[in-house]
């Protein structure tokens, strides 16, 4: 699920400094919510796993036909 940004001093299970806008990450799991900080904390990139759970998960993408 969408969550408004955050980020933590503590980087959780992260390798590197990254905000956080999706309560399924695990990275974003791993941090307790005492230590989120609203916000993304720039410059720091958007976590990549959060950007992945953004993207829609459907079986048959309309994209497929769209594109030819
Ligand atoms: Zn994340």
Same mark, same amino acid.
């Given at each position: 699920?969408?969550? !408004?940004?955050?980020? $933590?001093?503590? +980087? %959780?299970? #992260? ?10 990450? !695990?990275?974003?799991? $791993?941090? #307790? &919510?005492?230590? +989120?900080?609203? %916000?993304? %904390?720039? !410059? +720091? &990139?958007?976590? !990549? ?6 993207? &829609?998960?459907?079986?048959? $993408?309309?994209?497929? +036909?769209? %594109?030819?």
């Amino acid at each position: 699920m969408r969550i !408004p940004p955050f980020y $933590s001093p503590l +980087r %959780g299970i #992260a390798l590197t400094d990254v905000w956080h806008d999706n309560d399924e990450c !695990p990275v974003a799991r $791993s941090i #307790a &919510p005492a230590d +989120r900080v609203p %916000g993304t %904390g720039q !410059p +720091r &990139p958007r976590c !990549p796993y959060c950007a992945l759970l953004d993207r &829609p998960v459907t079986a048959f $993408s309309p994209a497929h +036909r769209a %594109g030819r």
